[in-house]
């Protein structure tokens, strides 16, 4: 039944079912909605029929009492932002909008106002049933308890060029299908970051606008920016487009803190960020992985960051040499660790090929059994205290690419 919006008591709906508040003065628009609603199992739908005079009282009630909230846009575009932001700040619902006007910078200003979802009417088939599905597995994310901080994992190249983006992206996926816990890979690599491409996954939001509205972040905001791999990992993706919009250490540090309060492992895809290096990114708390290849300008930039990254109140921080192949080395090993200063911990072998149908496919490296998925699967269960792959697999599995 539609009523003009009030303050209810607390609801009293069944276990298990998904609740929307659809919030629309437009009767067409309204029944669009709920006609799209209805062909979803398992949700409850309230329609209200104004928008409401009080926003504080009312956002704080829809986002204590709901679990999504459907908002007409196109009614009211400025109070239905306010609303929005309202929502956003005092609840756990999921705020969706949606307009028949395809506006990119009235999506861009929903999206900084907190929105999860921008529709476009007419709805697409199944379009409705999909929104939803997204919005509860982000909600299951952050309202998940607290815990007291996650574990930060900065992959940092010595020079362009040096794999960093291919190792961070596998092994974030390897975290999360390892260690099954709540695993996020941020793609700080900006302004080409290019994680994304490389899982095959599509981003509406981005590392920038997250960096943008640092001020307001919070676990519901983030959440809404993320986009979930089918290995469970969790991506803050770089922006699709090329951007150039200068970001502060201030936002960079409050976009960790978030992230690390939300999830037990934050993988960081720094590229060659040195300019980050008064960040969380580079606290003691951190763990970093040097990405490096063995030549003779990626092993001087290395032996400067080690230099650097070396003493008290620096990060751990762990040397990957990566495309490793002690076949054909015209530096050997001994010159290496000197150049290194100390050994590294990890060698990933060099496999063209594999890496090559990745980038062409978008399937993850882990998917296969081989000498690089088998280094980066031990490098993961290292950090997430489990045991190294067992040595008779791991002969196997290089067996079959010799």
Known sequence: MSTAIQIPDTLSLSSGAMTVAVISP???????ATIALGECPGVQIREFIS???DIENVSR???ANYDVVLIDLDSNPEYALELLEGICL???????VYSAQDDPDLLVRCMRAGAREYLILPFRSGEMADALIRSSALRAVVHAPKK????LLVFLSAKGGSGVTTLACNYAVSLAEESRQKTLLIDLNLPLGDAAISLGIKAEYSTLNALQNFSRLDSNLLSSMLVRHSSGLFVLAAPTELITAQTSDDAVDKLLEVACQDFDYVVVDAGSRLDLQHTHLFDESATIYLVTQVGISELRNSNRLITKLSGEGCPKLEIVLNRYDPRSLEIDEAQVTKALTRQAEWKVPNNYMAVRRMQNTAVSLMQEDSPISQAIREMSRSVSGQPA???KVKKKGFRLFR
């Open 90 to 96: 005092h609840g756990r619902a999921t705020p969706i």
């Open 26 to 32: 437009n009767e067409q628009r309204r029944n669009a």
């Open 148 to 151: 007291t901080g996650g574990r």
């Open 51 to 53: 928008f409401p005079p």
């Open 61 to 63: 009630m829809l986002g």
């Open 389 to 391: 792959v067992p040595e």
